[in-house]
Nanobody, 118 residues
Framework: QVQLVESGGGLVQPGGSLTLSCVAS????????MSWYRQTPGKQRELVAT???????NYADSVKGRFTISRGNAKNTVFLQMSSLKPEDTAVYYC????????????WGQGTQVTVSS
């Protein structure tokens, strides 16, 4: 059984910064890809950033240069550092863990709300 818990969301002014965290627990290897997604009501959930099993990072074009994904020393923790925030960044942000296999599995946190507004 795997559980993911996000935290760090809140209200921030345009141009401000915010850092999200996600802690995963359960029976799995720490060497798995972890990602951040976001979703606004009425829109499809979109991939924001990924920390790959090869310890590389990938970002959506809309957040490149502004967001940074990283892994904590505990290895079951992932962070999303957000800066130069825009109103269009407002969404519920979800942590994702991908476990390869047959069948492959994905696990999601409950999400944390980020609101960018003046």
């Amino acid at each position: 059984q795997v559980q993911l818990v996000e935290s760090g969301g809140g209200l921030v002014q345009p141009g401000g910064s915010l850092t999200l965290s996600c802690v995963a627990s359960g029976s799995f290897s720490s060497l798995n890809a972890m990602s951040w997604y976001r979703q606004t009501p009425g829109k499809q959930r979109e991939l924001v950033a990924t920390f790959t099993v090869g310890a590389t990072t990938n970002y959506a074009d809309s957040v490149k240069g502004r967001f940074t994904i990283s892994r904590g020393n505990a290895k079951n923790t992932v962070f999303l550092q957000m800066s130069s925030l825009k109103p269009e960044d407002t969404a519920v942000y979800y942590c994702n863990l991908f476990l390869p296999g047959s069948p492959a599995r994905q696990y999601w946190g409950q999400g944390t709300q980020v609101t960018v507004s003046s």
